[in-house]
């Protein structure tokens, strides 16, 4: 037998039963937070930008997980001079329980920025006024890995996002990207996250 695909049995015969081990349904809800210096930037940082809050966006996080399938929707709040800010990542993809002990995630989606500005009007990242289905469609997408500690109805989350190289959701209906467009730029472009989440189901 080919030594590739005993392998491969192998490996489904591990995952799959302890994928199942877990809960067939999780929904959670949480706080996060996110150092806005990159993971390349972060090796230089001083113990003072690390504990400088001005470095850091806060805002909250929510799951849902169906068996081995994950979405999440990353939402970060601050300032600007007209108003206020949003940062919104909303990925789908993949997770795997450990024994109920840990969890390890990757996903991708797209990641956008909505302006609500003080003259009641709400834009996006150009100034233009901002239409979800258009934005959600055309961002650049973003990759999320996370490594979650289960601690019964709560979990502790360490994550770690990444821009792809231009690929985006308007690529797939059009047919029209290629594998470098979906390749992550330079992994040190990343950005380290944490978060604390209360599972409701």
């Known amino acids: 037998m080919n030594k590739k695909f005993l392998g491969l049995v ?22 996060t937070a996110q150092y806005q210096m990159s993971a390349e930037s972060s090796t230089s940082s001083t113990t003072d930008d690390i504990f400088n809050v001005e470095n ?32 919104n990542l909303m990925t789908a993809g993949v997770s795997l329980d450990l024994l109920n002990l840990v969890r390890l995630g990757v996903g991708l989606g797209p990641e956008f920025v909505v302006n609500f500005n003080d003259d009641s009007s709400v834009t996006d990242v150009n100034g ?24 019964g109805g709560l979990t502790v989350s360490a994550n770690y996002t990444v821009p ?24 040190a472009d990343g950005r380290f996250g ?8």
Do not use: H, W
């Open 10 to 31: 192998l490996v489904l015969c591990l995952i799959v039963p302890v994928g199942l081990s877990a809960e067939v349904l999780d929904f959670s809800i949480g706080g």
């Open 56 to 87: 850091y966006k806060f805002g909250a996080e929510a799951r849902v997980k169906f068996l081995l399938v994950e979405a999440s929707d990353i939402a970060l709040i601050g300032p600007t001079e007209t108003g206020y800010q949003v940062s």
């Open 128 to 151: 233009d006024d901002f239409v979800f289905s258009d934005i959600f469609m055309t961002s650049n997408c973003t990759y999320k890995a996370n490594v979650d500690f289960l601690l």
């Open 164 to 187: 792809s190289q231009g690929f985006n959701i308007q690529n797939i209906v059009d047919g029209n990207f290629t594998s470098d467009d979906l390749a992550p730029v330079d992994l």
């Open 194 to 201: 944490v978060a604390v989440l209360i599972s409701l189901i």
